[in-house]
């Protein structure tokens, strides 16, 4: 989110000539969020399933309790996992004028494992995962 | 997609599409009508800072996470938003996390 906002600032200084101009704030060079997903599961010793089986265990856990609301925040947005479900061609985002217009999104670090475990450490720090 | 001006069929799926569609309309008119420096930016999935990783808890993607610590699994695949292109481009779209 700091190359995104980084990245916002360098495109309001783009020349006047590309005023107007349509600008992608997107990663240059994408990892598949089936990747991210497969590394978020190593970190946090989670076996992979299907989306399918995923949503079915969603739905069970589904009480309609308080409690499990704030266990599983994913029950709020129950529409849009079903929605998304088995959607994998995902749009490929030109990013050319972009990546002209921003040195930070030119040299943004890629998206690894490494991301995704300070994302995990993190959300553990602050007791939203469990450790 | 290109970065460009889209034909509005690409945003009617949802009043979300819609609603990105008019704004940059309307900043596209108000440069061509006014000379007025305008700058119209297409956010992807904004993931968490690259330094401290920090990210809000109030996105699908933690919320997908703190429940499979729950319900003892992760889902497989790619989740994306297919609600349309203009969708995809300003929100839905998962394989482009800046």
Same mark, same amino acid.
């Given at each position: 989110?700091?190359?995104?906002?980084?990245?916002? @600032? /360098?495109?309001?200084?783009? *020349?006047? &000539?590309?005023?107007?101009?349509?600008?992608?704030?997107?990663?240059?060079?994408?990892?598949?969020?089936?990747?991210?997903?497969?590394?978020?599961?190593?970190?946090?010793?989670?076996?992979? @399933?299907?989306?399918?089986?995923?949503?079915?265990?969603?739905?069970?856990?589904?009480?309609? /309790?308080?409690?499990?609301?704030?266990?599983?925040?994913?029950?709020?947005?129950?529409?849009?996992?079903?929605?998304?479900? %088995?959607?994998? =061609?995902?749009?490929?985002?030109?990013? /050319?004028?972009?990546?002209?217009?921003?040195?930070?999104?030119? /040299?943004?670090?890629?998206?690894?494992?490494?991301? @995704?475990?300070?994302?995990? $450490?993190?959300?553990? $720090?602050?007791?939203?995962? #469990?450790? | 997609?290109?970065?460009?001006?889209?034909?509005?069929?690409?945003?009617?799926?949802?009043?979300? %599409?819609?609603? $990105? +569609?008019?704004?940059?309309?309307?900043?596209?008119?108000?440069?061509?009508?006014?000379?007025?420096?305008?700058?119209?930016?297409?956010? =992807?999935?904004?993931? =968490?800072?690259?330094?401290?990783? %920090? +990210?809000?808890? $109030?996105? +699908?993607? *933690?919320?997908?996470?703190?429940?499979?610590?729950?319900?003892?699994?992760? *889902?497989?695949?790619?989740?994306?938003?297919?609600? &349309?292109?203009? #969708?995809?481009?300003?929100?839905?779209?998962?394989?482009? +996390?800046?």
């Amino acid at each position: 989110m700091d190359v995104a906002a980084t990245a916002l @600032v /360098e495109m309001l200084d783009a *020349p006047a &000539s590309m005023s107007g101009t349509v600008f992608h704030i997107a990663h240059p060079r994408p990892a598949s969020g089936g990747t991210l997903f497969g590394h978020a599961g190593t970190l946090l010793g989670l076996p992979l @399933v299907s989306h399918e089986e995923w949503l079915g265990r969603l739905k069970g856990a589904n009480t309609g /309790e308080v409690e499990a609301q704030m266990r599983i925040p994913a029950l709020a947005l129950l529409d849009f996992f079903e929605d998304s479900l %088995g959607a994998d =061609g995902a749009l490929v985002l030109s990013t /050319e004028r972009a990546s002209a217009a921003s040195r930070a999104l030119r /040299e943004v670090k890629g998206l690894d494992e490494s991301a @995704v475990e300070s994302w995990v $450490k993190y959300w553990r $720090k602050i007791g939203f995962l #469990d450790a | 997609m290109p970065e460009a001006h889209l034909e509005p069929q690409a945003a009617v799926a949802t009043g979300y %599409g819609q609603s $990105k +569609w008019v704004a940059e309309t309307v900043l596209k008119r108000t440069s061509e009508m006014t000379g007025i420096h305008t700058v119209i930016a297409r956010v =992807g999935q904004l993931s =968490g800072d690259s330094v401290s990783g %920090g +990210w809000t808890t $109030k996105e +699908w993607f *933690p919320a997908m996470l703190r429940s499979s610590q729950a319900l003892g699994c992760i *889902p497989q695949h790619t989740l994306v938003s297919l609600d &349309s292109a203009l #969708d995809m481009s300003v929100g839905g779209d998962i394989d482009r +996390w800046v």
